[in-house]
């Protein structure tokens, strides 16, 4: 399979995670951006191709901004629950719903700048 290259920016403290992650498993920076890369793509494309979809929301941080968002789209989340660890805010809820929903979601959270997680559940 041929390479593409690209350029991308990032975050500085993800960038120093990049070094010391590939440095740690011995890869290089590529390796380890197209293995990560690869998990978060397949988890995204739950948002992508259009399914029934049940997976589990997960957003750090910014508790107001991402707490509309769950209010917004509450027909799709269920059972939310909200948690302090850190200092830090942790928000879950269950998604059970079409795809184009989750697409919505997510770009709504992308949006945000919130860091969000997607772990679909079938
Ligand atoms: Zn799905
Ligand atoms: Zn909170």
Do not use: N, W
């Not at 399979?1 to 990049?18: I, T, W």
């Not at 998990?39 to 107001?64: N, Q």
């Not at 928000?91 to 969000?116: D, E, H, K, Q, Y």
Request: hydrophobic letters at 40%; glycine letters at 14%; aromatic letters at 6%.
């Amino acid at each position: 399979m041929g390479k593409a290259r690209f350029g991308v920016s990032v975050d500085k403290e993800l960038a120093r995670s990049l070094d010391r992650l590939a440095e740690a498993l011995g890869g290089s920076r590529s390796e380890v951006v197209e293995h990560v890369l690869r998990e978060g793509l397949s988890r995204l494309e739950h948002a992508v191709e259009d399914h029934e979809c049940l997976g589990l929301v997960i957003v750090l941080g910014d508790e107001g901004r991402s707490q509309e968002v769950f209010e917004e789209f509450g027909d799709f989340l269920g059972a939310g629950l909200h948690y302090h660890v850190g200092g830090q805010c942790v928000s879950l809820a269950v998604f059970r719903g079409p795809s184009g929903a989750l697409r919505r979601i997510l770009s709504r959270l992308m949006g945000l700048g919130t860091r969000f997680s997607f772990v679909p559940l079938h």
